[in-house]
């Protein structure tokens, strides 16, 4: 029965370890580059594609981070600007 046990928690873990793989893949895809928009507690994750770094909206909000956050942060990148309209900026600039 111990070897059961032993079994079914270490399914659990498998599973963990795989989202956590499948989550890091996609933060390391060529290309794109992750940031967290938000104010402190509530951030949301976004994978902004290389090229967004010319455009002078994301250039401003760059900018905007440094101020707030300064060029050494740790962790992912923070971008204190409001996720919904983050969210209707991409989709925006992404039709063009």
Partial sequence: METMKASTSSTSYVRLDRMEEEETKLDHRKGVFPVL?????????????????RHPFIVQL???????????Q????????D??????????????
């Fill in 74 to 81: 740790e962790g992912l990148l923070k971008i204190p600007y």
């Fill in 37 to 53: 928009v938000g104010s402190e507690g509530t951030m949301e994750k976004f994978l902004l594609p290389m090229k967004l770094t």
């Fill in 83 to 96: 996720a919904s309209c983050f969210k209707k900026m991409l989709k925006l600039i992404s039709k063009k």
């Fill in 62 to 72: 760059l900018e905007l981070s440094a101020k707030e956050y300064g060029f050494e």
